[in-house]
């Protein structure tokens, strides 16, 4: 059962396209995580990450870390936390769900690890979300679904 499906059960809805994002700036943490770990050991690592979990922007549901699947219906579009397995990634619980007609846009960026991905909800509220280049063509594929509509 791909992405899409679990999603769907969440939801309680049928979901047209979903993509795996991040809080802007995981991906530059996550390669600041491996260089430090190499060069400082476990020490480190824990210093980095006290400090890292301290700079974090706001994302969908105020989620801080990991990885999102955002998922689009017919009405909405939904953010739900990613659970990472050993074969294949699932679908966690519900961060946030809005309305199409509240999203203004959605905009990509660009970049070389990671795609910046900005929603824009018509109250003004901007979220930065990062696509990692693994999954860029499923977020484009998103995108262009939710502009056709």
């Known amino acids: 059962m791909g992405l899409d499906s679990k999603a769907a059960q969440v939801l309680g809805a049928d979901v047209s396209h979903t993509a795996v994002v991040s809080p802007k700036g995981q991906g530059k943490r996550l390669m600041t995580a491996g260089a430090v770990r190499q060069a400082a050991g476990v020490a480190g690592m ?34 739900l936390t990613m659970k990472r397995g050993l074969l294949r990634n699932s679908v966690g619980e519900l961060l946030d769900r809005v309305d199409r007609a509240e999203v203004s846009a959605l905009t ?41 509509s």
């Open 46 to 79: 824990l210093a980095h990450d006290a400090v890292a979990g301290k700079s974090r922007p706001d994302a969908p549901g105020g989620f801080t870390g990991g990885y999102i699947v955002m998922a689009l219906t017919a009405d909405s579009v939904a953010f």
């Open 108 to 148: 990509f960026g660009s970049g070389l690890t990671t795609v910046p991905l900005t929603v824009s909800l018509t109250d003004g509220t901007a979220w930065e979300l990062e696509v990692p280049r693994a999954n860029k063509r499923s977020a484009e594929k998103l995108v262009a679904a939710f502009a056709s």
